[in-house]
Structures are given as structure tokens and as C-alpha cells.
């Protein structure tokens, strides 16, 4: 076991981390959908793709002092969530 994997299976949890994670997904979902409807008249699919468009432009461009590995991971991780968010946006609207 690496000592970065040890370190973080050692940390206490602290439920209220969960929390913010779900604020700022909140908050990230009502802009998504805020930039969505700015459009108008967008289906689902053009909501998705205003999500990439968001990625693209927001956060896969974001490249911090980290491992390419590591900013892959959030990259990814930032693609899917806004794919999701502004695909149920795109749906339920």
C-alpha cells in the first residue's frame, strides 16, 4: 500500500465534507441550468451540449500543479458531472 493510500485511509471522516460536495453540486447544477436556459427552446441533446461546451471552456482547461494522472481524474470527473447535470437539466425542462 502506497503512503499517500495509507495517509488517506487514516484520516478521520468528517460527514460534513459531504455536505459542501452536495452544495456545490447544487450550486453547479443551478448555473448549468441558468446558462441553459439563457439559450432557449434547447432539448435535451443541446443541453449536453452546452455542458461540454462548459467543460471544455471551464474545467478541462484548468491545469494545476498536479500529475497529468491526477488532472486527467478531475477532468473526467468534472465531464461527467456536467454531462448528467445538463442532461437531466435539458430533460426535465
Do not use: C
Request: hydrophobic share 60%; glycine share 6%; net charge positive.
Amino acid at each position: 500500500m502506497s503512503k499517500a493510500f495509507a495517509e488517506l485511509r487514516s484520516e478521520k471522516r468528517q460527514p460534513w465534507k459531504m455536505l459542501v460536495v452536495f452544495v456545490q453540486s447544487l450550486v453547479i447544477a443551478f448555473t448549468v441550468a441558468y446558462v441553459i436556459e439563457l439559450k432557449r427552446n434547447v432539448d435535451w441533446l443541446g443541453a449536453v451540449e452546452i455542458g461540454l461546451l462548459l467543460w471544455f471552456g471551464l474545467s478541462a482547461m484548468q491545469w494545476e500543479k498536479v500529475p497529468l494522472k491526477m488532472a486527467l481524474i478531475h477532468a473526467g470527473d468534472w465531464l461527467v458531472k456536467l454531462l448528467v447535470i445538463s442532461a437531466i437539466v435539458g430533460v426535465w425542462k
